[in-house]
Nanobody, 120 residues
Framework: QLQLVESGGGLVQPGGSLRLSCATS????????IGWFRQAPGKEREGVSC???????NYADSVKGRFTISRDNVKNTVYLQMNSLKPEDTAVYYC??????????????WGKGTLVTVSS
């Protein structure tokens, strides 16, 4: 049973930082790419970042230089470190996997999401 569970969301002030976690089970993490996505009210879900089974990473232009994706294969957990947060980063953040080694092949399994609110 493949599962992904996000945590770490909450309320943070503009310019602040937050670290999201994606705890996985039911598969060997180092074999699969994991992506972070977000969806704001009234908007389409968009890709934020992805890390491949081998550790290669990519980022949306809107978060480059501010967000960092990483993974801990021992803990079966993928992280998204978010710095210099802006109000436009407010969204529900989801992690997902397409059961592929590399990024870019679509998502078959999703977590339920964690809400990030950036506001004064």
């Amino acid at each position: 049973q493949l599962q992904l569970v996000e945590s770490g969301g909450g309320l943070v002030q503009p310019g602040g930082s937050l670290r999201l976690s994606c705890a996985t089970s039911g598969f060997t993490l180092h074999n699969y790419a994991i992506g972070w996505f977000r969806q704001a009210p009234g908007k389409e879900r968009e890709g934020v970042s992805c890390i491949s089974g081998g550790g290669d990473t990519n980022y949306a232009d809107s978060v480059k230089g501010r967000f960092t994706i990483s993974r801990d294969n021992v803990k079966n957990t993928v992280y998204l470190q978010m710095n210099s947060l802006k109000p436009e980063d407010t969204a529900v953040y989801y992690c997902g996997t397409g059961q592929t080694y590399f990024c870019g092949y679509g998502i078959n399994y999703w977590g339920k999401g964690t809400l990030v609110t950036v506001s004064s």
